[in-house]
């Protein structure tokens, strides 16, 4: 008797531990979405001279880019992937790429079916750091120049071996030497910007102060990404 009472108990204390270890549907979801990694995010620069669209997975990530032009960031999915160039609805390339969770890309299309990726880690500015540099040529090689940024109260020279430093607020133009596009921007506090400087094998020179804006915080009026 005393074996089956222990018996009826221990059933019973488990009928009231098991619901207590089931996890709920939220729990569950939570669980799988920190599971998931976070994605990365890639922008393109156009320079082939006509309008490009940049694909992945099958799909438009960003359509007709117009020549000589900057985009917002799109996000893209973590680890290996290939994103494709069409042109006149025709794919011209599909380009491997390694994604890094949260970390930042930018694609620029030169002339003749060459492409180059800028890599870029900073997201969000910090206490030292809000810009970041890069002088880079068609086989993405780094070339020496100078590019000036001012909003006419501040100005900052800045070269192929600055890399990243801290700007000031403002509403930013660039110069320089043999400069053919010199695209500024608005800097704002609460935003990472890349300058990126790009030479052409036909002897072009594009300096782009592009602010590294997700698709989920849209650049300005008059920014180009």
């Not at 009928?15 to 549907?25: E, F, I």
């Not at 969000?124 to 540099?133: F, K, R």
């Not at 607020?169 to 053919?180: A, F, P, R, V």
Request: with cysteine; hydrophobic share 35%; proline share 5%.
């Amino acid at each position: 008797m005393e074996l089956r009472n222990f018996s009826i108990l221990a059933l019973l204390s488990l009928a009231l531990v098991l619901p207590g270890c089931r996890k709920s549907k939220e729990q569950l979801a939570m669980e799988h979405a920190g599971k998931i990694k976070k994605p990365g995010l890639i922008r393109v620069i156009n320079l082939t001279g006509k309008p490009q669209t940049l694909t992945w997975g099958g799909r438009p990530l960003a359509s007709n880019i117009p020549k000589d032009f900057g985009t917002l960031f799109q996000t893209i999915g973590a680890g290996d992937q290939k994103v494709g160039v069409e042109a006149d609805g025709k794919q011209e390339m599909e380009l491997p790429l390694t994604v890094t969770t949260q970390e930042l890309y930018t694609l620029v299309l030169f002339p003749g079916g060459k492409s180059t990726f800028i890599h870029d880690a900073q997201k969000l500015p910090d206490s030292t750091q809000n810009l970041s540099s890069y002088f880079v040529d068609s086989s993405g090689k780094p070339f020496d120049g100078k590019v000036t940024i001012t909003d006419g109260t501040n100005t900052f020279d800045i070269d192929q071996s600055t890399g990243g430093m801290l700007i000031p607020e403002g509403e930013y133009t660039l110069k320089g030497d043999g400069l053919d596009i010199a695209q500024g921007s608005k800097v704002e506090s609460d935003s990472a910007y890349s300058l990126i400087v790009i030479k052409t094998d036909e002897g072009r020179k594009v300096a782009m102060l592009m602010r590294n804006a997700s698709p989920f915080k849209p650049a300005r009026a008059g920014a180009s990404g």
